[in-house]
């Protein structure tokens, strides 16, 4: 199973630029929702990918706290918010990362990208804070998923 979850809603127009952007205070909020949530249904992830831009750290460092305090979080610089679909997926292959649960959290326009790829064509839309659960009857490959699960958040005030 491949989850995908696209970073907390994040502040715009900070020093340091795109890569220095943190997680607004809702965006925390909602992070940290979801992962009480997914803590109460047991959900836990074997490996965690994220990408190295601020953002998406934070909202692993969230949503861990509830659900795996203990998983160490790995980076995978394609991840980051212009990679395409196939680098990721070269990159989890050469990690040895596609077996079990595996979530990535990332960006857009690239988890659209790789959610439309594993997915047969199904783009999911990835508001802030948007989890989609991709799962394969065989090896991850593109067409070979299917979106199981999409949970998005409320809408920011």
């Known amino acids: 199973m491949l989850w995908l979850l696209r970073h907390g809603q994040a502040a715009h127009g900070v020093e340091g630029g795109d890569a220095a952007r943190p997680l607004t205070p809702w ?7 979801l992962g009480a949530t997914l803590a109460a249904e ?6 965690v990918f994220v990408s190295p831009l601020r ?6 460092v969230l949503l861990l706290a509830r659900v795996a305090p203990d998983l160490a979080l790995e980076t995978l610089d ?8 196939e680098g990721v997926m070269e990159a989890l292959r050469a990690h040895d990362a596609l077996q079990g649960h595996v979530l990535l959290i990332g960006h857009q326009p690239l988890l659209g990208m790789l959610a439309e790829r594993l ?3 199904v783009e999911p839309g990835f508001s802030p804070a948007t989890l989609i659960g991709i799962a ?5 490959a593109d067409g070979a998923g299917r979106v199981v699960t999409t949970r998005r958040p409320p809408p920011s005030p």
């Open 27 to 33: 965006g925390e909020r909602v992070v940290g929702d």
């Open 42 to 47: 047991g959900w836990r992830p074997a490996r």
């Open 55 to 60: 953002r998406a750290r934070q909202t692993a």
């Open 78 to 85: 394609e991840l980051e918010p212009e990679a395409g679909p």
């Open 119 to 121: 997915a047969d064509g």
């Open 136 to 140: 394969f009857d065989g090896a991850p």
